[in-house]
């Protein structure tokens, strides 16, 4: 199957191979036209075509409502501060994901814990959250890394036992099904991204839900400054000039430009995830001989893996090179990656200020050092994921010790 590619990144000169770019978008003529539509509507900020997008992503999600944000980190700093986080509380959280799961934990004021991952997922481990838990515990903030899901049974069980909030960080996962539920529909509060790289892309972009209704109000009305009404409410045909704050929230809305993209790549991430799949599952069976590798584990029983990135794990002893030294080779190819991730506790102000020392979350830092993220994205032709494959096996036949 050849993708609808209406948008071709120009990144190639004449004659040149194009650079392939690990996460690029697929962009239509339907998200092109749609924003377009709204230039010429003369309303650009949050307005219909949010209150739209909104609507079909709570429908998609099978939950009463839905916000939509200007990022997934918007979503989760919304999360903490509903839950009334602050100075003296820890956040449990994993180390393997974007040092915005845990930035968001410090702009609160709360302290982030981490907890190791399993070695083989990538995902929290249930135990070392629970070694992990003390008396100012008051939240676990769960990530689905890579697309797959992490085991909310144990860990949900566990934040009952200490009356813990379950925060889902949605960021790969919009997709991902844990036994028939929605990720993001199994804890109290969850954080959805749009980002240019994501599953679902409006540029920047996110959404945040929530199975507690007591929140729901807050959430929306903390998005935009803690008004009690949305610029739509006051300067729409139907609206009403009067407003106040009654809170000091946050401008974290999203706007119609980012929703009319929303709108359109929501109606194809179905056919988006299966061109994904597609490619996941060439890459799969294309490396299972190699040894200098190890490809993603098998999506776990029961569940719906979003196949957000994937990710491979070098086998350092047996190259003459590093993770940065393979994929800079890639890069000469033409190929590009990403690093999911460097682990969080390891980057400088995490370092400096928690003290964190080398080997206090072995299996994330294992992960760290060898992880690898191949070009994965519906834009991308056969021809592309043919070249990814030859380049790999070029590369572990001349990079081999
Ligand atoms: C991308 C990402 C985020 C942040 O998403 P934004 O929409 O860019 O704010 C948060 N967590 C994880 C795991 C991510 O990959």
């Not at 393997?96 to 991952?117: E, K, R, W």
């Not at 794990?313 to 993770?323: A, E, F, G, I, K």
Request: charged share 20%; glycine share 8%.
């Amino acid at each position: 199957m050849v993708p609808e590619r209406t948008v071709a990144p120009q990144t190639a000169k004449a004659g040149e191979v194009p650079f392939l770019v690990y996460g690029a978008p697929l962009i239509g003529e339907a998200e092109i036209a749609e924003v377009v539509d709204t230039l010429r509507s003369g309303w650009l900020g949050t307005g219909p075509k949010t209150q739209r997008f909104e609507q079909a992503m709570a429908e998609y999600l099978g939950v009463p409502q839905a916000v939509a944000l200007n990022s997934c980190t918007a979503g989760l700093h919304l999360a903490l501060d509903v839950l009334g986080l602050g100075p003296g509380d820890e956040v449990i959280t994993t180390p393997m994901t974007f040092v915005a799961t845990a930035n968001v934990i410090v702009h609160t004021g709360a302290t982030p814990v981490f907890a190791d991952v399993d070695p083989v997922t990538g995902n929290l481990d249930p135990a070392s959250v629970a070694a992990a838990i003390t008396p100012r515990t008051k939240a676990i903030l769960v990530v689905h890394y890579t697309g797959r899901a992490a085991e909310m049974d144990t860990i949900c069980a566990l934040a009952r036992q200490h009356t813990l909030a379950v925060v889902e960080d949605c960021a790969h996962a919009i997709e991902t099904l844990y036994h028939g539920a929605h990720a993001g529909t199994l804890g109290d509060i969850a954080a959805y991204s749009f980002y240019a790289t994501k599953n679902l892309v409006t540029g920047e972009g996110g959404l945040v839900v929530t199975t507690r209704p007591e929140f729901q109000d807050a959430l929306r009305c903390r998005s935009l400054h803690g008004l009690n009404r949305n610029a739509w409410q006051r300067y729409g045909a139907s609206g009403s000039g009067t407003y106040e704050a009654v809170y000091p929230g946050y401008k974290y809305n999203m706007m119609d430009i980012q929703a009319s993209l929303g709108i359109h790549q929501l109606a194809r991430l179905e056919s988006s995830w299966q061109r994904r799949r597609t490619i996941w599952q060439r890459y799969d069976e294309a490396f299972a001989g190699l040894d200098i590798l190890e490809t993603p584990a098998p999506t776990s029983p029961g569940c719906r893996d979003a196949y957000h990135l994937y990710t491979v794990r070098l086998d350092l002893p047996t190259l003459r090179v590093d993770r940065d030294g393979f994929a800079d080779a890639l890069r000469e190819r033409r190929i590009g990656t990403g690093v999911h991730f460097w682990p969080v506790h390891l980057h400088r102000w995490y370092r400096e200020t928690f003290q964190f020392r080398e080997n206090a979350f072995p299996h994330a830092e294992a992960i760290g050092r060898s992880t690898l993220s191949l070009p994965l994205s519906p834009a991308m032709s056969d021809a592309d994921s043919e070249r990814v494959i030859a380049a790999v096996h070029e590369l572990a036949r001349t990079l081999r010790r």
